[in-house]
């Protein structure tokens, strides 16, 4: 039976708790899993960390964190175990490319803006990508990002290639055609069509947001957090109003969810 350091703990000593659960008496669960059967719960608790840094306490912001280098310890350990790399491979990597993207900080190099430090940023990762033998790819990010996230990538990389508007208010006008076309499609057109058109609008939008120093994808969650908060306070009102909402006619939610905004703005006021 594995002994478990003594507390308070320190990080070698949650690599050994790591190690050991993948030990010839380590957890099944543990044992059996793989960086492909892992990659779901990775995904999961970055969104979580992502909520809790939003909305959430210290404490939840640090056990979202700790969740995470759970999942980072478990790959590298998996890999140790096969004798492929292990977690000090892991630090040597990142930290080296740290070093070598940051040339104005561990060097003397200077950049005279923003725009040009981010520029510098993208020819050291092209000249990586060119030393590691792979091929030159506009779009080399994940597929599987969501869409909204791939949306601003995809607009940063055109931009990078001068395939770009000049500012938001020429990205304005696209969104009120993409939207035109959404609704001659709605009137005329089949379910395939309908859905290319709200694809055209959402990505259009989502290049105004570029333009206008906004992630889509943080708009959009935020907003969803403001409908859920917004309805849940709406069910609140009811409650003590002693009514039930299946009862209540469209105007009367449409009133209800007024009174939801205002008593939220007011806690807000006041906080």
Request: a negative charge; aromatic letters at 8%.
């Amino acid at each position: 039976m594995p002994i478990p350091p003594n507390e308070p703990y320190d990080f070698q000593d949650f690599v050994k708790i790591v190690s050991d659960l993948l030990g010839p008496d380590g957890c099944p669960w543990d044992k059996k899993q793989t960086h492909q059967s892992l990659t779901k719960y990775a995904i999961e608790e970055a969104f979580e960390f992502g909520e809790a840094a939003e909305s959430g306490t210290d404490q939840d912001i640090q056990g979202e964190l700790g969740d995470m280098l759970l999942q980072v310890v478990l790959n590298a350990e998996i890999a140790k175990k096969d004798g492929r790399f292990d977690l000090s491979d892991v630090v040597q990597g990142i930290a080296s490319k740290m070093v070598r993207r940051h040339p104005h900080v561990f060097s003397d190099q200077t950049f005279a803006s923003e725009q040009e430090l981010s520029k510098s940023w993208e020819q050291i990762k092209a000249a990586e990508k060119q030393a590691e033998g792979k091929p030159k790819d506009p779009f080399d990010f994940p597929l599987a990002l969501p869409s909204l996230i791939s949306a601003h990538k995809i607009g940063k990389r055109t931009a990078a290639l001068k395939f770009d508007w000049n500012k938001a208010t020429e990205v304005l006008p696209k969104v009120h055609e993409e939207l035109q076309e959404l609704e001659e499609a709605m009137q005329l057109k089949t379910k395939d069509e309908i859905e290319h058109e709200v694809g055209d609008l959402l990505f259009a939008t989502a290049q105004l947001a570029r333009h206008l120093d906004l992630d889509a994808e943080t708009c959009l969650r935020k907003a969803n957090h403001r409908f859920v908060q917004r309805f849940e306070t709406m069910h609140e009102i009811i409650r003590q109003d002693g009514q039930e909402f299946s009862t209540l006619n469209v105007q009367q939610k449409e009133d209800l969810w007024q009174r939801a905004k205002q008593r939220l703005k007011a806690q807000k006021n006041t906080d």
